[in-house]
């Protein structure tokens, strides 16, 4: 049924958003930084995964699950040569200039996947397999169910990791109260390390997974960068859940209107919401900026 | 020759000035001076943006879309009706220009990122019009056909007269900026950066700042994409897309962003960097985005900024003299009889935390009021309320019999209501008679226009400059008026804060803790000076912990204690009244902490 169709499909890129969204709200929470670069991560990792398909033997059939592994350590490595070069060295000035640097790594992104893939879409392999499963007497997408469910797990595991291991916790405090951890003994400069590589291994993973139903292109960095900061302030800044809960919302919009009337409609639509959420939800705003002490 | 130098870069500017026309008349190929053109017409775009990025501080992604908004306006105006230059430049500067009227007051409210993703956001709404509208834009593939710039029947040949033209308007644009910017108006936008909170409550109003500043830069970017268009010939969304935000941003990151002379500098370097760099070709992008990296690591001020503090520390400036003290005209009184200021019913409480739960004060012209009260009484709550920096929840606040009540700060600030901040908020880089100057910039008149208008130099900032003088000797500070903020002691800082409070000639003036961290000799002269302007006329309320600097101060004193007045009286009475005690050290029947 088309209904059932077309709500497995947001649903599947709403969770591969929802991991780009999480990877923004890592860096956030670590750094107070907001990370440019996101989108353009997530393509990145997407052609990360691109490339490593050409090394699959094709004939074989293997399916692009076993990437996924490999995609989120190489994009974990970049996460701490990222932190290294564009946050790191700034992190006594003022937080505009890591806005800038993140920008700018973003357009180095960009750009060098355009030069060695070309401007066209491409597409990774499948996570599992392509074509359909029947189910409950419907016919639904083996790779939407197979994003879910692979997102799904992923958020799963960074949940655990966040709530209920020691390394979590003093995630948990770095970002909280950076002097605090330190004074406590924690070593602050690896934690923020940390966060960004499993920023950029989520972002990885998301990358993986949007690359094969929804192609993906060099351009595509902007988009996906408003996309997850639409869905971080739809949930309340800075919130894990939040992230999710928006990047499901803002999937299952996109797809909705583009069936009922075309892309550049959902899109435009799009960011009248994020102006509209901007002006009027000052919640989700105010909670985040610090009071100045007068 | 030292002297000759050190008054400036000038002479070295006019020099390469006159170097890249030399350049562009005589040497340069046909590409070169299109390549000229095209730096140009960056150098007024970054020109404009150095408005709202460098002056007003605020990370703005919108002026590609400002710069591809003029561009379709002249493309569509030109290509499809044959409009011709007269009619559609100023077209081209005003559409962008409302655009930015438009948006600008959702969208400067906001903080730093939350602003820059606005301005992204509308960027690419208008790359989505540009390639989707098609029976207006053509589309994707735009539309060709634009005709070059005629004027009064005369046709612009592409070569040297366009170069020279987009240039003369470069040339004007930059004095504009430049003459703008040069005093007591940009002066306050140096504070409005660095201390936000202290510039609305000396008067100056920053939303408004912030807004000329948006506006400014549409229009220059609009002008920008006008001469872009002419330059090409066509007209397609690539003048909306991102790259071009992207040179903008490198350029003016990489020049400078508060120098016309970055500007040039920027626009002319990166638009000739991937044809020094040949080999780059398609990837020149990717040296853009390194250059921006290693730019905002390495030389945050830009290579114009880095080379002016490199010919300083050779050739450093002689820098103005002090100048003589002026007397200011007399701020117009308020009713003298009844109360400077008078506060009823006062009420705010910050989510579950009732921060001030009802209370009532009067303030008597000339007189010293003290406010006394345990940490989290309240204190300072009550002082930014008064100044307006935040709103009562219930309550009235009267300002010399005005309802001056929920009015933002700089407003309040204007009647007469003048306070100083726990920690001062002072620009490091300014000197003392700059910052007390600045404080001026309402009283003086200071504006965009009156820049623009005056010739030579700023006359308000000369006479903001005298009058400070005054109040910078009246604190006893003359001897460090042309020190820099930063390089101050804590308790000079505290001086210069109250002289930036007095420049304005408040009717009531606030302090927050001024005592905090004086030494004792600083505590009497802070005393026996605000003695002396409560003799003049000025109500004083000092808010402080120290008990030695109020009581012997003030005429009145109130004790404060979870946001309720539990005392009011003479000073002594106060401080030996039982609430009071109980207040600050326990009750007596209470048990000490195992």
Redesign the interface.
Known sequence: MLTAQLLLNGLALGAAYALAALGFVLVLNATGA?N?AQGDTVMAGGFLAVALATLLPQEVGLPGLLLLPLVMAGMAAFGLVFAW??YV??RE?P???V???T??????L???A??IFGAAPHAAPPLVGGGQVALAGLALSRQSISIIAVAALLIAGLALLLGYTQLGRKLRATAQDPEMARALGIRVGVMIGLSFALAMALAGAAGLLLANQFFVSASDG??L??KA?IAVVIGGWGRIGGAVLGALLIALFEVGVAAWASY?VA??LL??G??AI??LRPQG?LGE?AR??? | MQAWLARGPGPVLALAAAALAAYGLFVASPYGLRLLTIAGVYALMVLGYQFIFGHAGALSLAQGAFFGLGAYVTGILGSRYGWSFPATFPLSLLAPAALAAVIAAPVLRLETHYFALATLAVSQGVLLLAVNWESVTGGANGLPGVPGVELFGLALGRGWPLAAFVWGWVALAGLAAWAAMRGLYGQGFLLMREAPLAAGTLGLDVGRMRVSMLVLSALYAGGAGALYVHTLGVISPEAASFPIMVACLTMAVVGGSARVAGAILGALLLVHLPEWMRGLERTYLIAYGAALLAAIVFVPDGLIGAAERLWRRAWPPTGPAVPTAMGAPQRAGPNAAGPALAVRGLEKAYGGVRALAGIDIDLARGEVLGVIGPNGSGKTTFANLVAGLDRPDRGRVALGGRDVTGLAPHRIARLGMARSFQTPQLVPAMTVLDAVAVARAEAEGAGLLQALAAPGADPALARARGRAMAVIERVGLQAQALTPCGDLPHGDRRRVDVARALAAQPTVLILDEPAAGLARGGAERLARLLRDLADEGLGVIVIDHVMGFVLPLADRAICLDAGRIIAEGSPDAVARHEAVVEAYLGAPGEAAAP
């Open positions: 907001v440019f070069v564009a060295p700034l000035r937080p505009v200039t806005f800038i640097s920008i700018a790594v973003g357009i180095i960009a750009n060098a355009n030069a902007g988009a960068m408003l900061y550049p899109e435009g960011y009248v994020l102006m901007l002006l705003l900026a100045r002490r007068a």
